[in-house]
């Protein structure tokens, strides 16, 4: 499964899809079906590493620009110390909208699978 | 110091546990309903009880405790433990959710077709379970120690015997609920005292607690030492002491010279005000500047800054998602994209949660400086209410944080030993209720017993050992076997055994005192820092040199892994 292909549906409307019969090819041992689900699970992984790769930089810059920056470290915020205002809240809201914008793109990456094995259907 | 209120609180958290619970004995009748509750838990209850779950002792209590001892760097750890559910959703929710297995053992040997990886995964859970209950006991005996005096085992066994009865009778369909009603309480038992003394206490401005300084004594402050201790004296001090100081009895005034001084169990001494508060004798004395510092200590030293805290980072990211009785719960949501949504809720409630253990860290810093001379900081959360609130309002607002701490050791222990239970009982013996039953009571005694025999570990610094040990043996298995079709069963368990043998070691030989210096303090200490990249290399190159054992219908595991419910065959829908 090296070859890559682009999992990309036109724009429709397209009636829910429940049990598409084309589903049935993912499970013939045929070289179709093997680039169908690797398309769709680099399509994923791809959602994935876009999430993580910023919140992993997130989480790995801060203490190296502490050390880097020894001002930083002790640096104030409205009279309180940064770091309390960095580790004791600011970070979060990055990492929570991070967790919802996954959730958008994964759905979508699976609503185009599934238009795309329905328009093979018709 | 018995304090009728406090105590009252502890009962009423463990009654409403129990009637909780209950409720679910009726609903549960096989092993499939003790584990998942049969899969019918909407997400956003789900989320509550994943979180109820997930914020024990070490949340509740311990990230207070250890930022106020070793500095703010030790936020980390709440960092932590809440950006490891970003890789949670954003790399195995789903799949999990759709592979259909129960267990992490059941994902292992259905994944790569091993029995034997199954039993190794089984014991993997044995010890992460295993390590993450003691300090939850060891919590709980802290906690019934502050409310009524007396020794702390009363606390371990009563824990103890309530998480038993309450798993052995009422499995998980109870739990649920209990679980998420535990979240909401914890939550509010944190925010209302944090925010009520934010807003009570008069500290001094943050300026004149710049530089230098030791933290002082504002006031006349009398300190109780509920365990012997060495105790160091920065500068001589006259103090009033009932009780015994350097072997001999004493009640009055005694003049106390710089230097250590033994402290027997139970003595009082009460500080002129103005005194720099002396330390225990083997943790370092922090000036402000060096306490502010986001960078993680060793037991309070600076040893490596960066990797030190690179380890806690990668421990706690990388943790969370190998943590055996968190990802159980998963497979109580209806299908791949309620996973989803239940984990990006979870994140946003552990968010919320975690603004106040700093609130708490930075109050106690300022305003509870004997909790450094009588070497209980990891208790601020439950004393600092009394300590900052006079009359009926701190006793209360302590009340209210007992009670959130009591609820953070029993859902999380009630999950914990769950999980035990269930690797015993479902992966090791076969299944049914009954050897559940026995199993959960068997698992509850070995762990109450060793939670009374360790101690003296900071709370905090042991659970992130659970998740050191995690991270580098479940977090490789799971991201590996999810995402890369090339992972054999011989990787897998090379992987574990490398990985998780090597982080539980640094682990052991840190309890037992080995390495306290230099590089092998941070590399036994944190070991996830080398652990973690030594796990996933052992199972990729073990992989890739056992490509024969590769299992023939990968490509179906991979299918039942990442294809969405809706496209999907109906055989194949486990």
């Known amino acids: 499964m090296t070859e890559r292909q682009v999992v990309r549906a036109p724009v429709r409307h397209s009636p829910a899809v429940r049990q598409s019969p084309a589903a049935g090819d993912l499970y013939q041992p045929d070289n179709y079906a093997k680039t169908l689900l690797s398309s769709l699970i680099r399509a994923q992984l791809g959602a994935t590493v876009t999430v993580l790769v910023p919140a992993a930089a997130l989480l790995l810059l801060y203490p190296l620009l502490a050390v880097l920056v020894p001002s930083l470290a002790h640096a104030s915020v409205g009279g309180l110390p940064l770091t309390f205002v960095v580790l004791g809240g600011g970070i979060y809201p990055p990492l929570v909208i991070l967790g919802f914008w996954y959730r958008r793109r994964a759905s979508r990456v699976e609503e185009r699978f599934a238009e795309l094995l329905e328009e093979r259907d018709d | ?574």
């Open chain 2, 1 to 574: 110091m018995t304090e009728p209120l406090v105590l009252g609180a502890i009962v009423a958290v463990a009654v409403v546990t129990a009637v909780l619970g209950a409720r679910g004995v009726r609903v549960a009748r096989t092993p499939a309903d003790f584990l998942v509750a049969a899969r019918r838990v909407p997400p956003t209850l789900n989320a509550s009880a994943i979180c109820g779950e997930y914020l024990s002792a070490a949340s509740f209590l311990g990230i207070a405790g250890l930022a106020l001892q070793d500095g703010l760097g030790a936020l980390w750890y709440a960092v932590g433990y809440a950006a490891g559910y970003l890789v949670l959703l954003a790399a195995v929710a789903a799949p999990l959710r759709r592979f259909g297995a129960y267990t992490i053992p059941d994902f292992a040997e259905g994944r790569l077709d091993s029995p034997l990886l199954r039993r190794a995964a089984t014991v993997m859970v044995l010890v992460i379970c295993g390590f993450y209950l003691l300090p939850q006991l060891q919590g709980a005996g802290l906690t019934v120690q502050e409310a009524v005096g007396g020794p702390s085992w009363i606390g371990v066994v009563v824990l103890g015997v309530v998480v038993v009865l309450g798993i052995a009778s009422g499995g998980m369909k109870g739990i649920t609920f209990v679980q998420a009603f535990q979240y909401w309480l914890k939550l509010v038992a944190i925010a209302v005292p944090a925010l009520v003394l934010l807003l009570l206490v008069q500290h001094p401005a943050l300026t004149p607690v710049h530089g230098a300084a030791p933290p002082v004594f504002h006031k006349a402050t009398r300190v109780e030492f509920p365990d012997a201790e060495s105790m160091r004296v920065q500068r001589a001090v006259t103090v009033r002491a009932v009780g015994t100081v350097d072997g001999i009895r004493r009640d009055g005034t005694l003049a106390l010279g710089p230097g250590d001084h033994s402290i027997g169990a139970g003595t009082t001494l009460s500080f002129p005000a103005g005194t720099p508060a002396p330390t225990v004798s083997s943790d370092a004395l922090l000036s402000y500047r060096q306490w502010e510092s986001p960078l993680v200590r060793i037991g309070g030293h600076v040893i490596h800054p960066l990797a030190s805290t690179y380890g806690v980072v990668l421990a706690t990211f990388l943790g969370a998602i190998g943590l055996p009785h968190i990802l159980v719960r998963f497979y109580t949501n209806r299908d791949g994209e309620a996973a989803r949504k239940t984990t990006s809720v979870v994140l946003l409630l552990l968010a919320c949660f975690y603004v106040f253990p700093a609130i708490f860290a930075l109050l106690g810093r300022l305003e509870a400086p004997q909790l450094y001379t009588s070497g209980q900081t990891d208790s601020v959360v439950l004393v600092l209410p009394r300590l900052a609130a006079a009359g009926t309002l701190g006793v209360v607002l302590s009340a209210l944080t007992a009670a959130g701490a009591f609820a953070a050791f029993l859902s999380t222990s009630s999950g914990l030993l769950i999980s035990m239970a269930g690797a015993v009982s479902h992966d090791l013996l076969g299944r049914g209720v009954r050897t559940f039953r026995i199993s959960a009571v068997a698992a509850g005694v070995v762990v109450t017993l060793g939670a009374l025999v360790v101690g003296g570990i900071a709370i905090n610094v042991l659970v992130g050992w659970a998740f050191a040990i995690a991270a580098s043996s479940f977090c490789p298995l799971l991201l590996l076997g999810i995402w890369w079709p090339g992972l054999t069963w011989k990787g897998a368990i090379w992987g574990l055994a490398l990985g998780g043998g090597a982080s539980s070691l640094g682990v052991i030989l840190t309890i037992a005192g080995i390495g306290k210096t230099g590089w092998p303090a941070v590399l036994l200490g944190e070991p996830a820092i080398w652990t973690v990249p030594l796990a996933f290399a052992t199972m990729v190159g073990v992989s890739l040199l056992t490509r024969r054992d590769i299992p023939r219908d990968v490509t179906r595991k991979l299918l039942a892994l990442h294809l969405p419910e809706r496209v999907r065959l109906p055989e194949v829908s486990a």
